[in-house]
C-alpha cells in the first residue's frame, strides 16, 4: 500500500522541527494548511456526458510572501496529496530564497479522456472558481496534467474575469504571453545542476558513472538529456508503461524521438524490457526517480546499489526508505531542492511580468544555477551543524528556522 504522502511530508516536517528546536507555536500552525478550498466542476461533455469533477486549491503558509505554484489534473487525485504538495512549495521557496509562500490546487480528471474543448471549459471553470485575487494574494502554475496551453487558458480566464491584462497572475504561461525563457526545462536543468554538485561532492565523475532515471515526462526527459550530454551512461529509463534497460547506454536523442513516436519508452530498438518495479535495483551509481510519489519504500530500498539518489519527483522516497538508505550511507538530494528549479523560473517570470523587463535565456540559466546550487550549499551546511543529518532535514530545518522568523516578526506566534 502507497504511503500517504502528506503524512510523510508531516513526518519529514517534524523531525526537522524537532532536530532544528523550532518553536512549538510554529510547528502547530504548519501541522495543516492556512487554508483549503474545495469545490466541485460541473461540466456537460462535447460528446453529450455529464460529470462532475472535484477540485481543490491549498495555502498552506503565505508567512513569508503571497502564495504560488502548481495545478496538477490526474485521475486519482486526492486532498491529502494537494495539502502535501503545498507544504513542499513551501519548503521549496524557502530554500531557494523566494519570498512566497507555498500553494497547490488539482483538479481530479483524466485528460487523456477529455476533448480539447473539455478541458478547456474545465481549466477555465477552474479558475473562475478560484475567486483569483492576483500576482500579490495567489499565483496559479502549470504541474502534471497540465501546460503552457492550459495556462494560456488560466491566464485569458482571469483577464476576462477582471478587465485588466496581468502576465504575473499566472505562471509557466507561453513566453509571447508573458511566459519566461527557460521555464519547461527549469525542473529538469535544476535537477541536473544539483546531481553535478552533490556528485563531485561524492567524488563521482558523471563522464564514467552510470545512472537510472525513472519517469521520461517533461522532468526526466530534460535531466537525461542533460546527463547524456554530460556523458553519462543511462542505462535504464522508464514511464508509466514499463522500464527499457541497455547496459552500453542508451541514446537519449534517439529516445526522445521514439516516445515522440510511440507516446511510450518501451520498444525502444536496443533495449530490452524491465518492470517498473524492478528499475531501482539496477546496478548503477546514480537514480533519479523523476515521476510520482512514495516509489522508493521500505520493500525496495532494501536493494538499492546506487551511491546517489537525486528527487526529481515530489516525495518519491518515504519515511522509512529514507531511514535504510541513510544506514547504507546513500546520499539523497531531496525534493525540495533538486526539484526546485520550477519554482524558481516560475518566481522569475513573476518578477518579469511585474516589471515588464524581459531576460534572456543565459541570464534565466545562470540566475537558476546560482539559486539551486545556494540551496544545496544551506542544505549541506545546516545539515552538518546539526550533527551531520541528512540533505533532507538540513533543508527543511533551514526552510523552518526561516518560516519561524517570519512568523514571530509577524506576531503570529
Known amino acids: 500500500m502507497m504511503d500517504n504522502v502528506f503524512q510523510v511530508a508531516r513526518n519529514t516536517l517534524n523531525r526537522a ?64 496529496e494537494i495539502k502535501a504538495l503545498g507544504l513542499f512549495m513551501t519548503i521549496k521557496h524557502c530554500a531557494a530564497a523566494i519570498p512566497a509562500g507555498g500553494a497547490k490546487g488539482g483538479i481530479q480528471a483524466d485528460p487523456a ?11 477555465r471553470a477552474f479558475v473562475r472558481s478560484l475567486s483569483p485575487k492576483g500576482p500579490w494574494a495567489d499565483v496559479p ?43 519547461e526545462e527549469a525542473t529538469g536543468r535544476g535537477v541536473f545542476i544539483t546531481l ?37 551512461r543511462i542505462i535504464a529509463v522508464s514511464d508509466v508503461f514499463g522500464g ?33 518495479e524492478e528499475i531501482f535495483a539496477l546496478d548503477c ?11 522508493i519504500h521500505k520493500n525496495n530500498a532494501t536493494d538499492i546499489k546506487a551511491k546517489l539518489i537525486v528527487e526529481g519527483a515530489n516525495g518519491p522516497v518515504t519515511n522509512e526508505a529514507d531511514e535504510i538508505l541513510a544506514e547504507k550511507k546513500v546520499t539523497i538530494v531531496p525534493d525540495v531542492v533538486a526539484n526546485s528549479g520550477g519554482a524558481t523560473v516560475c518566481h522569475f517570470e513573476r518578477t518579469q511580468g511585474l516589471s515588464d523587463q524581459y531576460w534572456d535565456l543565459e541570464t534565466v540559466n545562470a540566475q537558476l544555477e546560482k539559486r539551486i546550487l545556494g540551496a544545496y550549499r544551506d ?19 533551514s526552510a523552518l528556522k526561516k518560516i519561524e522568523k517570519a512568523m514571530k516578526l509577524r506576531s503570529w506566534v
Not at 150 to 158: F, G, H, R, V
Not at 196 to 216: N, Y
Request: include cysteine.
Open 196 to 232: 553535478k554538485a552533490a556528485a563531485q561532492d561524492l567524488g563521482l565523475v558523471l563522464s564514467k558513472s552510470t545512472a537510472v532515471v525513472q519517469g521520461f515526462g517533461q522532468v526526466g526527459s530534460a535531466l537525461a538529456e542533460l546527463l547524456h550530454t554530460a556523458g553519462t
Open 379 to 397: 542544505a549541506a551546511e545546516t545539515a552538518k551543524a546539526h550533527g551531520n543529518t541528512t540533505l533532507r532535514l538540513g533543508t527543511w530545518i
Open 285 to 295: 551509481d546514480i537514480i533519479v526517480p523523476a515521476a510520482v510519489q512514495s516509489v
Open 17 to 80: 522541527g524537532d532536530i532544528g528546536r523550532i518553536d512549538q507555536r510554529v510547528m502547530e500552525m504548519l501541522q495543516a494548511p492556512k487554508r483549503i478550498q474545495e469545490f466541485r466542476i460541473p461540466l456537460k461533455l462535447e460528446n453529450g456526458g455529464f460529470k462532475v469533477f472535484p477540485a481543490y486549491r491549498v495555502h498552506y503558509c503565505d508567512a513569508l510572501g503571497p502564495c504560488r505554484n502548481g495545478t496538477r489534473i490526474r485521475p486519482n487525485l486526492t486532498l491529502d
Open 113 to 123: 479522456k477529455l476533448s480539447r474543448n473539455d478541458l478547456e471549459r474545465l481549466v
Open 141 to 183: 502554475g502549470a504541474d502534471i496534467g497540465t501546460g503552457e496551453q492550459a495556462m494560456a487558458w488560466m491566464l485569458d480566464e482571469y483577464e476576462q474575469i477582471t478587465g485588466n491584462h496581468c502576465p504575473a497572475a499566472i505562471n509557466d504561461k507561453p513566453a509571447i504571453l508573458g511566459g519566461s525563457l527557460g521555464g
Open 244 to 276: 527499457i534497460r541497455s547496459s552500453n547506454g542508451i541514446d537519449i536523442d534517439a529516445l526522445k524521438a521514439h516516445v515522440a513516436e510511440n507516446g511510450k519508452v518501451v520498444g525502444f530498438p536496443g533495449t530490452e524490457s524491465v518492470a517498473n
